[in-house]
């Protein structure tokens, strides 16, 4: 088996690739990945991340989300998947959405195959109503949108969810669920696998 970000030979390289043999990524390519737990309140909900949102991190999602390289699937919560089912009992996670041409285009929903291997059950109840680019905008802008999302019709929700993004960025998505979430009157907690550095301060 090959790495599937630099396509090393896996077990070849060094001893932590040959125990660590599951590994998506080879243990170089791993490393660069800036491993750090944060917890925060965002928007008066307990945000929780495990990685720095750096180069390494960014590639590999490009690449898995972009480019559609679906075999990235478990990289991402290789190292927690067990610490997330373990934070998240009694939680359903609940899925961000993409637009309908992004997720038609990749030809897979790609959130829902990155929380595969937690073995948890997730929900993908929202609708992105559109894709308002955030290009050319200030930051200030930026941080004052929100995503335009609804709840699909019917949907209904567990008593105890954690909203699952890949990355928290300006927040605006999540901002938008949970503007969407609105009448909800259950428990939500949000995970997000990577955060920029501005979450970091
Ligand atoms: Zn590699």
Not at 56 to 82: H, P, V
Not at 125 to 143: C, I, N, Y
Not at 166 to 181: F, N, Q
Request: charged letters at 30%.
């Amino acid at each position: 088996m090959r790495c599937l970000m630099c396509e090393k030979e896996l077990g070849y390289g060094s001893l932590t690739d040959i125990l660590f043999g599951d590994d998506p990524l080879c243990h170089a390519c791993r490393v660069k990945w800036k491993k750090k737990r944060i917890r925060f309140m965002f928007e008066g909900h307990l945000l929780r991340s495990s990685y720095v949102y750096n180069e390494a991190f960014s590639s590999c999602l490009i690449r898995y989300k972009e480019l559609g390289d679906e075999a990235l699937k478990d990289a991402f919560l290789y190292e927690d998947k067990n610490w997330f089912r373990h934070t998240y009992r009694g939680y359903t996670p609940v899925l961000m959405p993409s637009t309908k041409e992004k997720e038609e285009a990749r030809g897979f929903s790609h959130l829902a195959r990155m929380f595969e291997c937690t073995g948890k059950e997730t929900l993908s109840p929202f609708v992105k109503l559109s894709d308002r680019t955030q290009k050319g905008r200030t930051r200030a802008e930026r941080l004052a949108m929100s995503v335009n999302i609804g709840l699909k019709e019917g949907a209904v929700l567990p008593d105890k969810i954690v909203l699952c993004d890949d990355v928290i960025t300006t927040g605006s998505t999540l901002r938008g669920a949970l503007k969407a979430l609105e009448g909800y009157t259950g428990k939500i907690e949000i995970y997000t696998v990577s955060a920029t550095s501005l979450w970091f301060r």
